[in-house]
DNA sequence: CTGTATCCTTCAGGATACTG
DNA sequence: CAGTATCCTGAAGGATACAG
């Protein structure tokens, strides 16, 4: 059984146009780029290659350990490439490759839609929150 | 100062073609559609409506406890609807709203990009482990 | 059947100290 | 500077028992 066959399996079971998905399918897409850091770097490095200690300033509170965590599990999977410069002191850079741009598309598809219906999230949830505050205290 | 204010700003963040968003944004995206079962349940109930014991026993391995707090994650910012039949015995249906179908597009174009490019990733993975096998052992 | 309330385990991830 | 190794905590999430 090549694996060929599980990824046409697996588009196979997206053919249509609405989400006829196999969950396994999203858990294996939620594994690989739905983890906070990883977008987030995908999408400064966008802009161009950075520096480790300057990813570390940039990316809002990202930590030492997961930096590199994540920064190698994107090499691995072909998403970025990593730059050694042999100087001292020494010195190493991060690109997206053409591979990790193009999962930038559908990351700002997805980026785009809750940045405009964030508003529209936070008034269904005042909504919600409301009401049930309204049932617990005034079911008459 | 209105959260109108915030989305703005975070629109225009996005404005461009690429990725040049606020990281803020990207966590704010994760932190609502961005966990496993909210897309599994999404992409599940895309089919058309179901009942409660139906998304337990199709969702793989959610628990009981998950499917409740999913879903009423979902319910909260409008995304899935909560029908009540006051029968005997109780029977609950839950349904994805039009602005649930909404966010199954940007979803549907990651899970088909994890789809396509799964096989690369795979393929990649492997370079990438058996050259770090290499460095390890055969380094002469 | 459809949940809710607890308990308990696992593990992601931060802080920190050390190395090349 | 660019990491790696270790420790430690909080929070996510499963199992289970109970309730409406």
Redesign the pocket.
Known sequence: MSHQTEADRVLRSLGGACLEHDPDVLRSVLDRVG???SLILIGLLGKGPM????L?RTAP??????L??T??GLERDGLVK?L?YPEI??????EVTPFGRSLSEPVLALTRWAADNQETIRTNRRAFDEAAGLDIDDLD
Do not use: A, H, N, Q
């Open positions: 983890d906070k850091w520096r480790f200690t300057e570390l509170g990202i930590s030492r350990r997961m590199t965590l920064l190698r990593r050694i002191p020494p010195r190493v850079e991060y």
